[in-house]
T-cell receptor, first 114, second 112 residues
Framework: QQQVKQSPQSLIVQKGGISIINCAYE??????FPWYQQFPGKGPALLIA?????SEKKEGRFTISFNKSAKQFSLHIMDSQPGDSATYFC?????????????FGQGTTLQVKP | DADVTQTPRNRITKTGKRIMLECSQT?????MYWYRQDPGLGLRLIYY???????NKGEISDGYSVSRQAQAKFSLSLESAIPNQTALYFC???????????FGPGTRLTVT
């Protein structure tokens, strides 16, 4: 019940296209859903996050869509650029539990072709 | 990444050796975490700490131990390294209303 399942494992998109990465969870106590971006040789960095009281959050070209009833959330990267090529991780936590523990998805390696 | 530093960045060691990975942070956060990253498995939590007197096991703590020497320092030890502990290891700090986590640059550990 603690798992977060992420798909696809890898994704190739043409420059200017839309990249979509999906995550699903089981634990209905999760109340914070961040996405992390990781470049080769670097640690993951927080990209964007959402709470379950909203269905969508947008920051620049990055949008999280959240479907509470389906227990799914997704990252959309509009107008994808070669510089977006990285590994993306979704995650979930229970903020009210106060541990701050994040449960991560398996990761998606995105390649944006010029 | 500069707010969270990890040493060493790369390490090759032999089976049975004891090894320590170190983490320091300047973000002033109380919470610190150790993760390991394996291809296809994402990041998995090894240990976490809320302060120097509060250490907690994560989902994969077997074969590992930690020490919180100060608010800013959190080290991970492999008492007797084995090849399946070959992985990328990340330290992170947590702060803010939602305990946002900030990661160090990682240590690539190879156990031969």
């Amino acid at each position: 019940q603690q798992q977060v399942k992420q798909s696809p494992q890898s994704l190739i998109v043409q420059k200017g296209g839309i990249s979509i990465i999906n995550c699903a969870y089981e634990n209905t106590a999760f109340d914070y859903f961040p996405w992390y971006q990781q470049f080769p040789g670097k640690g993951p960095a927080l990209l964007i996050a959402i709470r379950p009281d909203v269905s969508e959050k947008k920051e620049g070209r990055f949008t999280i869509s959240f479907n509470k009833s389906a227990k799914q959330f997704s990252l959309h990267i509009m107008d994808s650029q070669p510089g977006d090529s990285a590994t993306y991780f979704c995650a979930a936590s229970v903020v009210s539990g106060n541990t701050g523990k994040l449960i991560f998805g398996q990761g998606t390696t995105l390649q944006v072709k010029p | 990444d500069a707010d969270v530093t990890q040493t060493p960045r790369n390490r090759i060691t032999k089976t049975g050796k004891r090894i320590m990975l170190e983490c320091s942070q300047t973000k002033g956060h109380d919470r610190m975490y150790w993760y390991r990253q394996d291809p296809g498995l994402g990041l998995r939590l090894i240990y976490y700490s809320f302060d120097v007197k509060d250490i907690n096991k994560g989902e994969i703590s077997d074969g590992y131990s930690v020490s919180r020497q100060a608010q800013a320092k959190f080290s991970l030890s492999l008492e007797s390294a084995i090849p399946n502990q070959t992985a990328l290891y990340f330290c992170a700090t947590g702060g803010g209303a939602f305990h946002e986590q900030y990661f160090g640059p990682g240590t690539r550990l190879t156990v031969t």
